[in-house]
């Protein structure tokens, strides 16, 4: 429901802090400047100045849904609070149209005195409405909080579970034209999360232009529209969600001289417009020729991402039938085989292997560990080979998928090598199906009974 109207204009937006190393430096920046000045002497400072945002331009459409993403300290949370205005800029405009929601720290505009009820009212007001309108959504609030009796009881008397509940409960059900939501959704527990998610959801098929900040790939990926990328209080990347998230990853995972480089490449990314965020398939991935109904050369994944290494090298990767042949084309309920091969160059402890399948929007949908999760293989040796075998059971419904696999330590670097999208493949048409989404679940025809006998003549 997305338009060409633009509901927030973000430009040249900038932040800067200044850091006194102790208290009295402080009271010395507010008095020695001006005596310096007075003296006509050089101008001293003493403070140093923390950049927590510099140059960040974007523009969000109405009903758009916008995910911004970044490492703890990149600037994410100073850049929601300038958009609220409840951070004054110090260079930089921010332009915003309709009314905004904002769910930013946890139980921020609350009074920790008020009872629930007092602070919906309050935080109501401050969004513009009047007590009748108020009045009208409440009962619609509580319900949505479930918090109960505590409603009625001192904020300060709440569970951070419970402040968050509220908090939300307030900011999604006023309708606002703009929602602001900063990681507070990562408190409530699953349950109350699914409910938020649906509410957001909600609010986007009615044209709500939503801001969320999180760390969950997964969530941006499946919510969003377009992604930001912080790092260092600077943009550099506003693209699709998947290939943001991606970035993102192999960021964070990056060691010092491979990030440096990473960082230049993305800037000139998104400062040039290029419709894609890819690099080149891993050369050492076994070059296949066949052309059999099972094996479709065509079916080669343009995003493909190879992660630095960092302690193993991954070397192939194919999928298997029962009778060992190559295949990219598989059937519906039919076994088989995902082979990783590779090798180790460093000693390593605690490590562990996976892979996971993700569908043609980025969601993941299934994946396998080994060992089991919280089991490792306690140590590895510069030299050691490895070739894993991972059993599937083919239960995905026909479509397009992408597969990706790692080897991983407990101990940093976290990731020793990872290939995201390693290979693509498609699981065939097939009449009948009685199921829809990603996975056939159904073990039995669905049966149908009549109850009302009596009324069948």
């Known amino acids: 429901m997305s338009s060409n109207q633009t509901v927030i204009k973000v430009e040249n937006l900038s932040k800067c802090y200044h850091i006194y190393n102790q208290p009295q430096d402080r009271l010395k920046q507010s008095i020695y400047p001006r005596i310096q000045r007075l003296a006509g002497r050089p101008l001293r400072t003493y403070f140093h100045e923390f950049w927590a945002l510099r140059d960040v331009s974007f523009e969000v459409k109405k009903g758009e849904t916008i995910g911004i993403i970044g490492r703890n300290g990149s600037g994410k949370s100073t850049l929601?609070?300038?958009?609220?205005?409840?951070?004054?800029?110090?260079?930089?405009?921010?332009?915003?149209?309709?009314?905004?929601?904002?769910?930013?720290?946890?139980?921020?505009?609350?009074?920790?005195?008020?009872?629930?009820?007092e602070n919906v009212y309050l935080n109501g007001a401050l969004l513009g409405l009047s007590q009748e309108e108020i009045d009208h959504r409440f009962a619609d609030i509580a319900a949505f909080a479930d918090i109960g009796d505590f409603i009625e009881q001192p904020v300060k008397m709440y569970s951070s579970g419970m402040v968050v509940r509220l908090a939300f409960a307030v900011q999604a059900m006023v309708d606002p034209d703009i929602l602001i939501v900063d990681e507070a959704l990562a408190v409530g527990d699953e349950k109350f999360q699914r409910k938020c998610f649906a509410r957001i959801e909600e609010l986007k098929s009615k044209g709500t232009s939503i801001l969320l900040v999180s760390h969950s790939g997964p969530q941006i990926v499946e919510l969003c529209n377009r992604a930001l990328l912080l790092e260092q209080g600077e943009r550099f990347l506003f693209y699709q969600p998947l290939q943001v998230v991606r970035a993102y990853q192999k960021l964070?995972?990056?060691?010092?001289?491979?990030?440096?480089?990473?960082?230049?490449?993305?800037?000139?990314?998104?400062?040039?417009?290029?419709?894609?965020?890819?690099?080149?398939?891993?050369?050492?991935?076994?070059?296949?020729?066949?052309?059999?109904?099972?094996?479709?050369?065509?079916?080669?994944?343009?995003?493909?991402?190879?992660?630095?290494?960092?302690?193993?090298?991954?070397?192939?990767?194919?999928?298997?039938?029962?009778?060992?042949?190559?295949?990219?084309?598989?059937?519906?309920?039919?076994?088989?085989?995902?082979?990783?091969?590779?090798?180790?160059?460093?000693?390593?402890?605690?490590?562990?292997?996976?892979?996971?399948?993700?569908?043609?929007?980025?969601?993941?949908?299934?994946?396998?560990?080994?060992?089991?999760?919280?089991?490792?293989?306690?140590?590895?040796?510069?030299?050691?080979k490895f070739r894993i075998t991972y059993g599937l059971k083919m239960l995905l419904l026909p479509g397009v998928y992408f597969i990706g696999t790692g080897v991983w330590s407990v101990y940093e670097p976290t990731c020793l090598h990872r290939v995201l999208d390693a290979l693509m493949f498609r699981v065939s048409p097939e009449q009948n199906l009685k199921s829809s989404g990603y996975v056939d679940l159904s073990s039995t025809d669905p049966a149908l009974e009549f109850l009302n006998a009596g009324l069948i003549s």
Do not use: W
């Open 252 to 384: 964070i995972y990056a060691p010092a001289d491979e990030y440096k480089r990473l960082l230049q490449e993305y800037k000139a990314i998104d400062q040039s417009n290029v419709d894609g965020l890819t690099l080149k398939q891993t050369e050492s991935a076994t070059s296949i020729e066949n052309t059999s109904a099972s094996f479709d050369p065509g079916l080669f994944p343009a995003t493909t991402e190879v992660y630095p290494i960092q302690g193993a090298e991954i070397l192939s990767f194919q999928i298997f039938d029962s009778d060992r042949q190559l295949v990219n084309v598989l059937k519906l309920g039919q076994d088989y085989q995902f082979e990783v091969s590779g090798r180790f160059i460093e000693d390593r402890d605690n490590v562990y292997f996976g892979f996971h399948i993700r569908a043609l929007s980025g969601v993941i949908v299934t994946g396998q560990q080994y060992p089991e999760p919280k089991n490792f293989i306690d140590q590895v040796h510069a030299g050691d």
């Open 80 to 117: 929601l609070q300038l958009i609220c205005g409840t951070l004054t800029p110090t260079s930089g405009t921010v332009q915003t149209m309709g009314r905004i929601a904002a769910l930013l720290e946890l139980g921020s505009g609350f009074n920790p005195e008020f009872t629930g009820r």
